[in-house]
């Protein structure tokens, strides 16, 4: 029985979808720092015209070094972020190095390899408390451009004075243009709607809390409420309107509305779960594959759930990735879902098995998420089942499950 809406939630607002060209943000960006490059080796100190015209390409040892320093060059600037994320009492969530993402939550660590440029990097902390926030995001987002300079000077001091040359020199020299580059990409915003911001921009956005500061205020409030282990019912209400109010990036909408959603639906106000819901999935569709699975997969299990709607959570299923869902219990009840619906009972009840491995006891969050696992548990027993994976009867199997 679904509840009646409740009053203060709000109807969805409509979102602004139309944004600059991220392309030609990033060329223009690119190009900037070329143009900064040569006209520095041209004009600039005797020194710096040494660093930046020292690099040499003439054998496969020489640009081996060189491809070793940008790498390490794009992990010395993360490890300026992750550091001064510890000293601002921030938490570490997790980290990507190329195709590899890194993930940690509630003590449970999560590996996987996700489509991304092979150079690229990112570090995903959350503040402990929020407390003189915007100065401790600053400091945060300063400390990656501070290590990449920190570093390319040490780089070019060392290739000064090293005597003689080989690829050791041409590893120093490599890195500190590319540190150079890198801190120089990094005091130039980007574009406001690009998907990944650039420190500058970020800092900008931090300094606007009136405006864009505003969307990284409550997603790091909402995240640090997650962080502390609460429920989604534990949110307060004023954290809640300003979510339900917000118009601005893509991926920011999609994720307010699915906190919405959430909130709602744990607190047993099924038909605005549901508005919310569907709107997280209209709002997804901006957004790329990873966060469309997740729209989708959370959609699927509440019409399935809420609705005992079997074939709307199918086709709500369709599309998504699984191997994109993340956290490990999330992916687990998804899959149980998609097994539901196409009638495999072992499946189903091996998937549960799955997700109560990853879920913790002792925080409210995985609270609900166990009560959902135990509702389509006892779903799956009761239903009889004609298609795949129904050899046999499956009652011991229900009776080692049950909690």
């Not at 409740?6 to 409509?14: L, N, S, V």
């Not at 005797?46 to 015209?53: E, F, G, I, N, T």
């Not at 991926?251 to 569907?278: K, N």
Request: hydrophobic share 45%.
């Amino acid at each position: 029985m679904q509840a009646a809406p409740h009053a203060d939630i709000h109807q969805p607002r409509p979102v602004i979808r139309d944004g600059p060209d991220r392309r030609a943000s990033s060329l223009r960006l690119l190009a900037v720092a070329l143009i900064t490059g040569v006209a520095a080796e041209q004009v600039g100190p005797s020194p710096l015209r040494a660093v930046l015209s020292g690099l040499r390409l003439d054998s496969a040892g020489t640009a081996l070094s060189l491809v070793i320093a940008l790498l390490l060059a794009v992990i010395i600037h993360e490890a300026g972020h992750l550091t001064a994320a510890s000293l601002m009492d921030f938490s570490f969530m997790g980290a990507s190095v190329g195709p590899l993402r890194v993930t940690h939550l509630h003590g449970r660590w999560d590996a996987r390899l996700v489509a991304r440029n092979p150079l690229s990097a990112s570090i995903s902390a959350i503040p402990r408390h929020m407390g003189d926030w915007g100065r401790r995001m600053s400091v945060v987002i300063a400390g990656g451009p501070g290590a990449t300079l920190l570093s390319g000077i040490a780089a070019a001091v060392l290739f000064l004075n090293l005597p003689g040359d080989g690829t050791a020199k041409n590893f120093l020299v490599g890195l500190a243009q590319v540190s150079f580059y890198i801190f120089v990409l990094g005091l130039i915003p980007n574009a406001r709607d690009a998907r990944v911001r650039n420190d500058a921009r970020l800092l900008l956005t931090v300094l606007n809390r009136s405006g864009e500061g505003q969307e990284l205020f409550l997603y790091n409030s909402v995240e640090q409420q997650r962080l502390l282990g609460a429920r989604p019912a534990d949110l307060p209400r004023h954290l809640i309107h300003p979510l339900m109010e917000f118009r601005g990036r893509r991926d920011f909408c999609y994720y307010f509305a699915h906190t919405v959603a959430e909130w709602a639906s744990d607190r047993g106000e099924l038909t605005d779960a549901e508005v919310w819901y569907r709107e997280a999935l209209a709002r997804s569709e901006d957004c790329d594959e990873r966060i469309r699975s997740l729209a989708r997969a959370h959609l699927a299990a509440f019409l399935l759930l809420e609705h005992a709607d079997a074939e709307s959570a199918r086709k709500a299923l369709q599309g998504v990735e699984l191997h994109l869902l993340s956290p490990a219990y999330l992916a687990a009840r998804t899959l149980a879902v998609a097994a539901f619906t196409e009638g495999n009972q072992k499946a189903v009840l091996d998937a549960i098995v799955t997700g109560r491995s990853a879920l913790r006891s002792d925080l409210p969050l995985y609270q609900r998420e166990r009560k959902l696992l135990a509702k389509l548990q006892a779903m799956t027993c009761a239903t009889r089942f004609t298609g795949l994976g129904t050899d046999g009867p499956m009652g011991s199997k229900c009776s080692y499950l049950a909690e």
